[in-house]
């Protein structure tokens, strides 16, 4: 059973922007904290945003100001609004549930979408 699919990746040059979306099962997404997280060519997988079921976000540094998460609890969707985007953007996105702490997911892992940014 898929858990997770997120879609809206794509090549923007810097300075441009992306929205990304993902869809949950209800199990996941119900009551859970939503996150963003992302994985760049030889990098590990880092945060990058979070988004509590009432609503309360935070964001990693090198994205905060430029990225805006939010949440459909109606569809059980999560969307990502990323701005003026730079080149070390560049990375596989995938969102998730987060467990009882940070770092910790409940869901498996999706395909992600493919953001690429060129200089």
Known sequence: QVQLVESGGGLVQAGGSLR???????RLFRDNT?????QA???????VSTITSDGRTDYADSV???FTISRDN???????QMDSLKPEDTA??????EGPY???VIGSWGQGTQVTVSS
């Open 102 to 104: 940070r770092g910790y």
């Open 20 to 26: 990304l979306s993902c869809t949950a099962s209800r």
């Open 41 to 47: 060519p030889g990098k590990q997988r880092e945060l």
């Open 74 to 80: 109606a569809k059980n969707m999560v969307y990502l």
């Open 64 to 66: 905060k100001g430029r």
């Open 92 to 97: 596989v996105y995938y969102c998730n549930a």
């Open 34 to 38: 939503m996150v963003w997280y992302r």
